[in-house]
């Protein structure tokens, strides 16, 4: 008789068609920098075991993987991608835009996104504010 021992320790293949969220973490996968790998695992997709963010983190990371959009229109897919981050932190919808867009941990977790998911860096408060307003607030 031979058992695996190792068994429980393989990984699950992401994505399916039971997990929609899977194969939007394979398309990500494909583009964000490797190295904040970690960083999107803990603050973004960890999330996905928590039911009340299922949904909004489903709509933030559709929109996230979409990354054309951020060089062919960088305003208004800023500005989508900052709404969809305040459904996400903010799920209980506590916070008016306006609110949100003065919030010091709104822009800090929009420059994470930036930068774990794009790899953008040096992005100022004043121009994603600039981004968000010209969109159309």
């Known amino acids: 008789m031979s058992w695996d021992i190792f068994a429980s ?9 039971d997990d929609p969220i899977g194969d939007v973490f394979e398309v990500i996968e494909k ?5 904040y790998g970690s960083e999107r695992e803990l603050y973004y997709y960890n999330y996905k ?3 009340q ?9 559709e929109t996230l993987a979409q990354k054309d959009r951020l060089e062919n229109e960088p ?3 800023a500005r989508e991608i900052f709404i969809e981050l305040k459904d996400f932190y903010d799920p209980k919808d506590r916070l008016s835009l306006t609110e949100a867009m003065e919030d010091p941990g709104m822009i800090n977790k929009f420059k994470e996104i930036l930068l774990f998911f794009y790899d953008r860096k040096g992005v100022t ?3 994603i504010k600039g981004w968000i307003r010209d969109s159309g607030q």
């Open 9 to 17: 320790m393989r990984k699950p293949k992401k994505g399916g068609e």
């Open 31 to 35: 583009f964000a920098p490797r190295k």
């Open 49 to 51: 075991i928590m039911r």
């Open 53 to 61: 963010y299922l949904k909004p983190l489903l709509t933030l990371l």
């Open 75 to 77: 305003a208004a897919f």
């Open 125 to 127: 408060e004043k121009e």
